[in-house]
């Protein structure tokens, strides 16, 4: 055996690097496997709701540092560009995963986290202790684990979770560009068979991020011809790529993004962030769902190392609470973004918050929790 800890994280995304630093802070013996190295771009929205600032600043995260955009508004147009334009009751920030999850990950080592890059490919438990065994083969051992590891992992097949039994429709694209664009807005925009975020980040770049269902996209040669021939449709979205300079080589692209519900423990793993669930990207809160998620198991494992709660109750706790806090956000945005899809119905709601513009905030509020 070659190690033995008391928490171990399986993925070093949002989630399971915030679990590290609360955990860490309580004075526990943390270890991150991790199969990707630091800075990494990932794909992603890049916008992130404030429900989680104070919660980060309590763990001593100083995430202005970073130089975030602040951004208290939102735009949504239909796929023809008409558009309303709504507050954010909460707000957020605008920042690249390359140098957010990078500075969490810089923290973690500075708490004296155990970093190691490795793929896990099997977590076994008995005795009350897991075993986790990595691609080359070497075994850990620790009393929690912490299953983090994002949308679609290894871990996911070898456990033959349900969800990735089947085929999801959904692929998304992301790069930055360089473009005009006000610094406190992020805008959602129509298109057929999906939708795109466009926000500032750090450094004065715009992050365009969008999500689109397969069979539309697979009509195309491909992602320029897409883009040309369906997204620039909506005239937002047509200034947008042809005002815009793409600051990466190529596009990042991601597929079979699944917005399936997912069992809260496996085999007494507690999962946190996307590998529990995953809201859809319109709502602008997977991040914040996945800190707070891992705000809750990192609460209730310094419980139970404390002797204070069973294991069973951990479990039970933890499911009941995540259910409470997120499920209903979660069931909201998935209706979201069945409307959003469906032009005619997208075009009523759109009229309907045209003539009643107060019931934005009120949509926007049922997708957001409160400051954690
Ligand atoms: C298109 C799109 C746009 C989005 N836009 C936004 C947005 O604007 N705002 C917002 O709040 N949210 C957004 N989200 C959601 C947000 O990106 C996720 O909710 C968030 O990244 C979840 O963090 P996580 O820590 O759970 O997973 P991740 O950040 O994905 O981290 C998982 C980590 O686990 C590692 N890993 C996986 N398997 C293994 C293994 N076997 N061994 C070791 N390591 C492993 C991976 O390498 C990865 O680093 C968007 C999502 C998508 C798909």
Same mark, same amino acid.
């Given at each position: 055996?070659?190690?033995?800890?008391?928490?171990?994280?399986?993925?070093?995304?949002? %989630?399971?690097?915030? %679990? %590290?630093?609360?955990?860490?802070?309580?004075?526990?013996?943390?270890?991150?496997?991790?199969?990707?190295?630091?800075?990494?771009?990932?794909?992603?929205? &890049?916008?992130? =709701?404030?429900?989680?600032?104070?919660?980060?600043?309590?763990?001593?995260?100083?995430?202005?540092?970073?130089?975030?955009?602040?951004?208290?508004?939102?735009?949504?147009?239909? @796929?023809?560009?008409?558009?309303?334009? =709504?507050?954010?009751?909460?707000?957020?920030?605008? #920042?690249?995963?390359?140098?957010?999850?990078?500075?969490?990950?810089?923290?973690?080592?500075?708490?004296?986290? *155990?970093?190691?890059?490795?793929?896990?490919?099997?977590?076994?438990?008995?005795?009350?202790?897991?075993?986790? !065994?990595? &691609?080359?083969?070497?075994?850990?051992?620790?009393?929690?684990?912490?299953?983090?590891?994002?949308?679609?992992?290894?871990?996911?097949?070898?456990?033959?979770?349900?969800?990735?039994?089947? /085929?999801?429709? +959904?692929?998304?694209?992301?790069?930055?560009?360089?473009?005009?664009?006000?610094?406190?807005?992020?805008?959602?925009?129509?298109?057929?068979?999906?939708?795109?975020?466009?926000?500032?980040?750090?450094?004065?770049?715009?992050?365009?991020?969008?999500?689109?269902?397969?069979?539309?996209?697979?009509?195309?040669?491909?992602?320029?011809?897409?883009? $040309?021939?369906?997204?620039?449709?909506?005239?937002?979205?047509?200034?947008?790529? /042809? &005002?815009? /300079?793409?600051?990466?080589?190529?596009?990042? @692209?991601?597929?079979?993004?699944?917005?399936?519900?997912?069992?809260?423990? &496996?085999?007494?793993?507690?999962? #946190?962030?996307?590998?529990?669930?995953? #809201?859809?990207?319109?709502?602008?809160?997977?991040?914040?769902? %996945?800190?707070?998620?891992?705000?809750?198991?990192?609460?209730?494992?310094?419980?139970?190392?404390? *002797?204070?709660? @069973? !294991?069973?109750?951990?479990?039970?706790?933890?499911?009941?609470? +995540? *259910?409470?806090?997120?499920?209903?956000?979660?069931?909201?945005?998935?209706?979201? =973004?069945?409307?959003?899809?469906? *032009?005619?119905?997208? $075009?009523?709601?759109?009229?309907?918050? #045209?003539?009643?513009?107060?019931?934005?905030?009120?949509?926007?509020?049922?997708?957001?929790?409160?400051?954690?």
């Amino acid at each position: 055996m070659n190690n033995k800890t008391e928490i171990t994280i399986i993925g070093a995304g949002l %989630a399971g690097l915030t %679990a %590290a630093i609360h955990l860490l802070k309580q004075g526990f013996s943390v270890t991150i496997i991790e199969k990707n190295s630091f800075p990494k771009h990932k794909v992603c929205g &890049e916008f992130i =709701s404030n429900e989680i600032w104070d919660y980060w600043l309590t763990l001593g995260l100083n995430i202005t540092s970073l130089q975030p955009t602040k951004i208290d508004k939102t735009l949504l147009s239909t @796929t023809d560009g008409k558009s309303i334009e =709504s507050s954010l009751l909460l707000g957020g920030f605008g #920042i690249s995963r390359y140098k957010l999850d990078y500075y969490l990950y810089q923290k973690t080592l500075e708490l004296g986290g *155990n970093i190691i890059k490795a793929n896990v490919n099997k977590v076994t438990f008995s005795n009350d202790i897991f075993t986790l !065994r990595t &691609e080359e083969n070497r075994l850990y051992l620790s009393k929690i684990v912490l299953g983090s590891f994002g949308k679609r992992s290894n871990l996911d097949l070898k456990m033959h979770r349900e969800f990735i039994q089947k /085929k999801s429709p +959904w692929l998304a694209v992301k790069a930055h560009y360089d473009l005009e664009l006000p610094d406190d807005i992020v805008m959602l925009h129509n298109f057929d068979g999906g939708y795109c975020g466009v926000s500032k980040i750090e450094n004065n770049k715009v992050n365009i991020c969008y999500l689109v269902q397969y069979s539309s996209f697979k009509k195309y040669k491909d992602i320029i011809d897409f883009q $040309k021939k369906v997204m620039m449709k909506n005239p937002h979205l047509n200034s947008v790529f /042809k &005002e815009g /300079k793409m600051l990466f080589e190529k596009p990042l @692209t991601i597929s079979q993004i699944s917005f399936e519900d997912k069992p809260k423990i &496996e085999n007494h793993m507690i999962m #946190i962030g996307d590998a529990a669930g995953m #809201i859809h990207p319109l709502c602008g809160n997977g991040m914040a769902i %996945a800190v707070h998620s891992a705000k809750i198991a990192s609460e209730l494992a310094t419980k139970y190392l404390h *002797n204070k709660i @069973t !294991r069973t109750q951990f479990e039970n706790q933890y499911v009941a609470t +995540w *259910n409470k806090t997120f499920k209903s956000r979660i069931q909201f945005g998935s209706i979201l =973004s069945k409307i959003l899809l469906n *032009n005619s119905l997208s $075009k009523l709601v759109m009229k309907s918050l #045209i003539f009643f513009p107060f019931l934005l905030p009120f949509i926007i509020k049922k997708t957001h929790g409160k400051p954690v």
